[in-house]
């Protein structure tokens, strides 16, 4: 029989200067109690202190929930995670330099985990060449306080790749849907699966401990073999959630068993996007897709491809995936982002990114933010917010088609589409197509030389990668080229000299009756 704790007990038992890895994504398979927990006890007697805390994705609703909990001065010396826009919190610390911080990709940080488990020498990959993660850039360190080098070029056989490099994990702290009286963990409730079991052998091959929150208990021998997802031999406590709110299968959605693979939802059931800026760069995103294609789509702007997909009758014809796991289905997006409804299949987190290092996706629509003349993006560090990468860098690095989705501009734009126009009624004040970006998130001379295509679809224009930048190739109709695209760009584009209007079809308030072809 495994010790059963409460939450407060599971604290006590991490000793100050700990390194804890915790797993979630977004708002999903978040040990919340424990978080919690940690936070009361430091603020009541200042111990535990001087954590090294460890995360590949996301964990956090974007005010106090998830990592925002453990953004205390004293309390965390050093985060090393994959994207801290969800945890403003511990953003702020680290823009203000009161804790160290390192920034890795996402996919990497999880095949670490998983390496650390197996007491490997760190993991050795070509993500992350040639952009702010390389260290002849800046070493994924994301301030002035964080000096140490966790990250070295290496040669062999005469090619370059980047060493993260190894250090044990002393506590990792997890949460499944079931523990059995021996320790045994599953998932049925949870929209993902992550990298648990990694992460519990990772404590346990560093002589560390694994601490369980879960939202029940069962008689040893319930649950199937299976369905076991961390056995029990590598659990060291179990706590079982002392409230329905600790066991939410995310943040504001107690448990919708689509997401589970519990029962499957009418897609008729999911509405249509209304018509905005958001719905025609997600329309000329969709008109990429081909048959059969297997898909990635990041938050934001590109979960619209799945929307449209859908509206136009066409997303049968596609597998889309996420990185957290998921595989076919319908992707969820804001908090439940991670989660699909109707989902074929749901991988483990570091495999679903040995399949994208592979290169087994055939298109990747991702977020546009800051973009300069050569094609490079920062989606990662703007002014002073740090937003992390995610799983930004493995994917664009390993896809042969990218697709990255935004606006023009941001911050108070107002547009709407008139008889089959697109009407800028108020301009944005921030530009994002600049001379000089913050951090280089995706490297266009990384792209060139891996021959990838990639496109940059906004509502009122698109560009291409070309040889020598960004190549504009289409224009919205009612847009005026020079007063509301080259006006509102810091550098000149090349402009084609076959430039095109964007298809009609995506400015009219009703289905376009798209077709895939390959």
Partial sequence: MK???????????????????????????????????????????????????????????????????????????????GHFNLAPKMGRMIADNK?????????????????????????????????????RVEGGKLNDVTTDELIEVVHMNGEEFLWYKPFPVNVTFLRGTTAD???????E????????????????????????????LAE????????????????????????????????????????????????????????????????RAAMELVPHAVVNLGIGIPEGVSSVANEEQVGDQLILTVEAGPIGGVPAGGGEFGASANAEAIMEHPYQFDFYDGGGLDIAYLGLAETNSNGDLNVSKF?????????FINITQNTPKVVFCGTFTAKGLQE??????????????????????????FSGTFAREHQQTVLYITERCVFQLGDEGLVLTEIAPGIDLQKDVLAQMDFEPIVSPDLKMMDTRIFKDECMGMQLSD
């Avoid at 999880?110 to 702010?132: M, Y």
């Avoid at 919708?256 to 997600?282: D, F, V």
């Fill in 189 to 216: 409730h949870e929209a993902v699966k992550l990298e648990l079991v990694s992460a519990a052998l990772a404590a346990k091959a560093s002589g560390g401990i694994v601490v369980v929150q879960v939202e029940r």
């Fill in 383 to 391: 002014k002073g917010r740090i937003a992390g990468c995610g799983g």
């Fill in 220 to 283: 040893s021998g319930t649950i199937s073999p299976k369905d076991v997802v961390v056995p029990g031999i590598d659990v060291d406590y179990v706590v079982v959630a002392s409230a329905p709110e600790y066991s939410e299968q995310s943040y504001g959605t107690a448990y919708n068993p689509s997401y589970a693979g519990e029962t499957r939802i009418p897609l008729s059931q999911i509405p249509p996007m209304p018509m905005s800026a958001r719905k025609i760069i997600a329309r």
């Fill in 3 to 81: 010790k059963i704790i409460s939450a407060k007990e599971a604290t006590e038992l991490v000793p100050d200067s700990a390194t804890i890895c915790i797993c979630g994504f977004v708002g999903s398979n978040i040990p919340e109690e424990l978080l919690e927990s940690v936070e009361k006890r430091y603020l009541s007697e200042g111990h535990p202190n001087n954590l090294t805390i460890i995360h590949s994705a996301a964990i956090g609703d974007g005010d106090y929930r998830g990592v925002n909990r453990l953004a205390h001065e004293g309390l965390v010396k050093r985060i090393v995670g």
């Fill in 181 to 187: 009286m021996n320790g045994n963990i599953s998932t």
């Fill in 416 to 441: 709407e589409v008139q008889d089959g126009k697109l009407i800028i009624n108020q301009e944005g004040a921030v530009h994002k197509f600049l001379k000089n970006i913050d951090q280089i998130t």
């Fill in 99 to 135: 804790v160290e911080a390192y920034n890795w990709p996402q996919g990497t940080l999880t095949q670490w985990i998983r390496d650390i488990s197996a007491r490997k020498p760190g993991i050795i990959t070509r993500v992350g060449l040639n952009t702010f993660v390389d260290p």
